[in-house]
Every structure is written in structure tokens, then in C-alpha cells.
């Protein structure tokens, strides 16, 4: 077996009515996507349609979102290289002897 690095993104957020929420995403893309779709589910907004989420226009509104509750209210994306492990396909099978 070997080792690969894989890019994933967190989206983590939290706010007055619970404990924070934690997601994991494949890509900046999704992240960004899934804070915006957050966010608008939070505050009451209609959803967009489907379409690339601005990452500048995401933060704008999660910014907006949490001057409403400053103390209370939080979100974060982090990216991680999480290492995998990758099995040997393909590699020729040996025939054990007796």
C-alpha cells in the first residue's frame, strides 16, 4: 500500500441555536456552495439557482449573517491534505511455492 494526498475543505458553523455543525467537501467549490446554501437556509432566504457560488459574494453574505450575532454566530472553511491509503492494483500476483 501507499500513500496519496487528497484536498478536502471543512465548512464549519455555528450559531445561537445549537451546536456547531461540521462538513466535509471535495472541493473549494462545494465548500463555498454548502456556506451560501447554509447560510440562506439560516436566515429564512430563498435559495439560488443552480449555478457557481462567488466565493466573495458567499462571504459577503455569511459576513452579513453573522454581524447579526457576533458573539454567537461563526463559520470557517479550512482546507486539509488528508493522506489515503492506496491499495497495489494491477500488480502481478506471485504463486506462493510449498
Same mark, same amino acid.
Do not use: K, N
Given at each position: 500500500?501507499? =500513500? @496519496?494526498?487528497?484536498?478536502? =475543505? ?6 445561537? =441555536?445549537?451546536?456547531?455543525? /461540521?462538513s466535509v467537501h471535495g472541493s473549494a467549490?462545494?465548500? %463555498?456552495?454548502?456556506? @451560501?446554501?447554509?447560510?440562506?437556509? $439560516?436566515?429564512?432566504? $430563498? ?5 457557481v457560488v462567488d466565493p466573495e459574494a &458567499? ?5 452579513? %449573517? $453573522? ?7 461563526? %463559520?470557517? #472553511?479550512?482546507? *486539509?491534505? /488528508?493522506? #489515503?491509503?492506496?491499495? &497495489? #492494483?494491477? $500488480?502481478? /500476483?506471485?504463486?506462493?511455492? *510449498?
Amino acid at each position: 500500500m501507499s =500513500y @496519496d494526498m487528497v484536498s478536502v =475543505y471543512t465548512l464549519l458553523m455555528g450559531d445561537e =441555536y445549537g451546536p456547531a455543525t /461540521v462538513s466535509v467537501h471535495g472541493s473549494a467549490d462545494e465548500a %463555498w456552495q454548502a456556506l @451560501d446554501r447554509e447560510v440562506r437556509t $439560516r436566515c429564512g432566504l $430563498r435559495r439560488r439557482p443552480r449555478r457557481v457560488v462567488d466565493p466573495e459574494a &458567499a462571504t459577503r453574505l455569511a459576513d452579513a %449573517w $453573522r454581524a447579526g450575532d457576533a458573539e454567537l454566530r461563526f %463559520w470557517q #472553511i479550512c482546507p *486539509h491534505q /488528508v493522506p #489515503i491509503m492506496v491499495p &497495489a #492494483i494491477g $500488480r502481478p /500476483v506471485v504463486p506462493m511455492r *510449498h
